[in-house]
């Protein structure tokens, strides 16, 4: 594999100079997870942080009941496990590949001296930070104050534009984990998903979903509408 090519192309790494770019690649050790592996378990202690080439993993805690809540789902190019590593703490969360995936993993050492040297690398971890922290603010939201149909119409949402289709979507997800990241049971997910399908606001079929009504979920997603 071309780990310096791969790199390049990270968002994270946008950027830099080619010799920072092969200083990164002679330092990432190739690491292949197959499906249902666990890459790290909370509380492990971070030396380090990956960056996924390809394949799935969820990023994920589990309650004391056993209840595991799914906080990220991550695809190529992105980083995860990246937080503990610049305040030299433990992983917060478990990391589990949801298909057979490849990552690279960067020492936690080595990269801090390579943001001493190249402060635009800082930047982008930054940018990536911000970004994530959003993301938490808005699963908190809607976990704590939204309902599941609205939990779901700003995810179709935010699908939508991450896939960079605002009329179509494809999930990324079985039904049952992303019910899991909803906050609800796959029962109730399909219940819904029926509705919005029945009220013209969608249209299934399998894993691809249509927005029919792009206006009317923006609604459901914001409380201001709700299904019928």
């Known amino acids: 594999m071309d780990i310096a090519g791969f790199i390049e192309n990270v968002p994270l790494f946008k950027g830099l100079p080619s010799a920072q770019i092969k200083q990164l690649a002679s330092l990432a050790i190739y690491k292949p997870h197959k499906k249902g592996e666990v890459i790290f378990a909370e509380g492990q202690e971070a030396t380090g942080f990956y960056v996924l080439i390809v394949g799935r993993v969820k990023i994920a805690k589990l309650a004391p009941d056993g209840k595991e809540q799914i906080l990220h789902i991550l695809g190529s190019q992105e980083p995860f496990g990246e937080v503990p590593v610049f305040a030299g703490e433990r992983f917060p969360a478990n990391a589990e590949a949801m298909e057979d995936s490849k990552a690279l993993f960067l020492p936690r ?20 930070l911000s970004r994530r922290l959003r993301q938490f603010s808005s699963l908190i939201e809607n976990l704590s104050l939204k309902g599941v149909p609205a939990r779901l119409a700003s995810y179709l949402l935010y699908m939508s534009e991450r896939q960079r289709d605002m009329g179509l979507l494809e999930l990324d997800v079985p039904k049952a984990l992303l019910a899991n990241f909803l906050g609800t049971i796959p029962e109730t997910l399909s219940r819904i998903l029926a509705k919005m399908t029945q009220e013209g606001l969608i249209e299934v079929d399998g894993r691809r979903i249509r927005l029919l009504n792009r206006r009317a979920l923006e609604e459901l997603a914001s409380g201001t509408r709700s299904l019928l």
């Open 109 to 128: 050492e080595e990269f801090i001296q390579l943001i001493k040297e190249e402060p635009s690398v800082a930047m982008n971890m930054l940018a990536l």
